[in-house]
């Protein structure tokens, strides 16, 4: 398992560290601090290859260092690698790196990245042997030399219905939004008259059999990843039985933004069922999971909280600091937050409230108003009658600041 980051020179801060848990890490922050770099990072780390362009480091003179640690089989692994200027490279130890394990790596693109130890860069003696499996989001669908991609393969496990098909089902079912609307293949279906391919289908909640590639945005990232799940353990299995060694037991999932495109019913489920899901695929293997995931959901945090242990969980915040206008990454100290709204107002997404920026402000201007704080107060909200006229335009009926106010107001109209 991944265990020690640390960069220095490279990426938006002079320097991050990072220590992972050996089970569940999600990394929060505001968009452009670094959370996809550090995934890139961490899968270059375990991988020696990037997934996608490599880390640049910060301009001459400074020196950059990435290091890295992490268990690989019985004992840890740990270096430190530098950039060299005249190559453009990251040094790196030669030969073949140390197992950390199956890697996987999804991208919010679509795309999606395997270094498989059974498969993967394991004789000096084969160098077109590939460092590892780099799929864009169409090769995930269509194939490429190296997979038949998800419609074919798709159809294939189907026709068979074998082991494998089992195994898809058992994932979808297992990535569904919930038991009532699960993920069910439904039959091969022929699109059009010149296309000779037959297409995997989904029965839809509403009695409709779906092509998969008509499946809306959610559905299709969900299912992409499942099928890249099931493909990667099974070309796994298949390659170590041929070595005649045994399949790995330790999985590395890295997954940005793993809330994309996904209802809020389906982000309070995902974490925990991709925690699950490994469970499923792994069957008698019974392989350790950890995951790396990005997020910027506060559902997926709250769904968390009955799964959270203090031993083998981290959640990270990526920030600036006020002071010093630098890049830091810090480690939050685990707190159940009870529902969305106090984890949209904790230190991990940072709002003052689960309001719209307008309510907000109106509020603000309220609390000031009654503090009797109002020289700093906006021209169109000068005024209680102002104020007033904006908490109508802008809360609801129910919402909880009308009691606050409404009294504040008799009292204030009293004492006049």
Request: net charge negative; charged share 25%.
């Amino acid at each position: 398992m991944l265990k020690h980051l640390r960069l220095r020179n490279v990426g938006p801060a002079p320097e991050l560290e990072m220590s992972l848990a050996p089970r569940l890490n999600l990394v929060t922050g505001d968009n452009g601090l670094g959370k996809t770099f550090l995934l890139d990072v961490a899968w270059w780390a375990l991988t020696r290859t990037w997934a996608r362009y490599p880390a640049l480091p910060a301009p001459p003179p400074a020196e950059a260092e990435l290091s890295y640690q992490y268990d690989a089989k019985t004992k840890a692994f740990e270096h430190t690698s530098r950039f060299d200027r005249a190559t453009e490279r990251w040094s790196m130890k030669h030969g073949r790196p140390p197992n950390p394990g199956l890697v996987l790596y999804a991208q919010v693109d679509g795309g999606f990245s395997v270094w498989d130890p059974a498969r993967n860069y394991w004789k000096d003696d084969e160098p077109e042997r590939p460092a590892s499996y780099l799929f864009s989001a169409a090769q995930v669908w269509d194939g490429n030399d190296l997979c038949e991609g998800l419609i074919r393969d798709w159809a294939s496990w189907q026709r068979e219905n074998g082991s494998t098909f089992a195994q898809l089902k058992a994932v979808l079912r297992t990535l569904s939004p919930s038991l009532s609307d699960a993920l069910v293949p439904g039959e091969l279906r022929k699109l059009s008259l010149d296309d000779p391919k037959r297409y995997p289908t989904l029965r839809m909640p509403y009695g409709e059999e779906v092509a998969v590639i008509h499946a809306s945005a959610g559905m299709r990232r969900v299912i992409a990843l499942a099928y890249l799940l099931v493909w990667t353990w099974q070309e796994h299995v298949a390659a170590c039985q041929l070595r005649g060694d045994t399949p790995a037991r330790e999985i590395i999932f890295l997954i940005d933004e793993i809330e994309a495109h996904l209802h809020p019913q389906w982000q309070r489920r995902v974490v925990p069922a991709l925690l699950e899901v490994m469970s499923v695929l792994t069957g008698q293997h019974a392989a350790a999971v950890q995951l790396l995931a990005a997020t910027h959901s506060p559902l997926v945090l709250a769904s968390i909280e009955p799964h959270f242990k203090q031993d083998e969980d981290r959640v990270f915040l990526l920030d600036i600091d006020p002071a010093t206008k630098v890049v830091q990454l810090h480690e939050q100290p685990w707190s159940m937050q009870g529902d969305v709204v106090n984890w949209l107002v904790s230190e991990s997404f940072g709002l003052h409230q689960g309001r719209s920026l307008e309510a907000e402000q109106a509020i603000e201007a309220a609390e000031a108003w009654m503090r009797g704080e109002r020289a700093g107060l906006p021209s169109q909200l000068a005024t209680q009658e102002a104020i007033h006229a904006e908490l109508v335009r802008v809360l609801a009926e129910h919402d909880p600041f009308w009691p606050r106010w409404v009294v504040s107001s008799e009292k204030a109209a009293k004492g006049a």
